[in-house]
């Protein structure tokens, strides 16, 4: 998913209670988002065995978090 300009987003999935965000996976992200000047974000849904929707949270690196902050 993508907010051109903004935002670069990898959403994942997940049924069980935990989910491992690699570095790998960060700097694949990252990668991505660079090459359209935008922000890394890692979308994870945890999902119910139904589909339903339990949480859902996002993992970035440290600097987007300070780049939104900057920008208030």
Avoid: H, W
């Avoid at 929707?53 to 939104?68: F, Q, T």
């Amino acid at each position: 998913m993508r907010i051109k300009g903004v935002l670069r987003i990898e959403a994942k999935t997940t049924k069980n209670r935990s989910f491992s965000v690699t570095l790998d996976m960060v700097e694949k992200i990252e990668q991505a988002a660079a090459t359209g000047a935008e922000l890394p974000v890692i979308a994870i849904d945890f999902i119910s065995l139904q589909g339903k929707v339990l949480k859902s949270i996002c993992v970035c690196p440290r600097y987007v978090l300070d780049e939104i902050v900057r920008e208030r």
